[in-house]
């Protein structure tokens, strides 16, 4: 039976970051403050060249493996301009909904169940309100 992309894609990660950790401490010389101020120089913005060779090598080993075990699992792993394109749906087919769904045009856009709004001021009542309104609050008197 296949798994699923997200349990690949889970072991593929977790042996990358154990790859990675087991080079930091090779690099460090198995020296705690040598690996404590290599792992204190990565941040946000380090590129491949700050890192130390040995954890260049584990990343670069890290990658292969996951593309190779995605292809083995049976996923395909191409460029975005070379993913399959969709068709268009069959008659009786569901077709999905959700974010790639036009949106409409802000609160007074088309409607869909009629004709475009107008000013308020062509509505009953006047402008800004929606007709007579009854009285407020408790009678007094």
Known sequence: ??????????????????????????????????????????????????????????????????????LKEGYAVAPRDAAPVRSAPRQGQLVPRGADRPTRSGPRGPRPDGPPRGPRGDRPGGPGRGGPRGPRGPRQG
């Open 1 to 70: 039976m296949p798994r699923a992309a997200q349990d690949v894609m889970q072991s593929v990660i977790f042996s990358a970051v154990l790859d990675a950790i087991a080079a930091l401490k090779a690099a460090s010389g198995n020296l705690p403050n040598n690996l404590l101020r290599q792992v204190q120089a990565i941040h946000g913005n380090v590129t491949m060249a700050d890192l130390p060779k040995e954890l260049q090598d584990a990343i670069a080993a890290s990658t292969r493996a996951a593309f190779a075990g995605l």
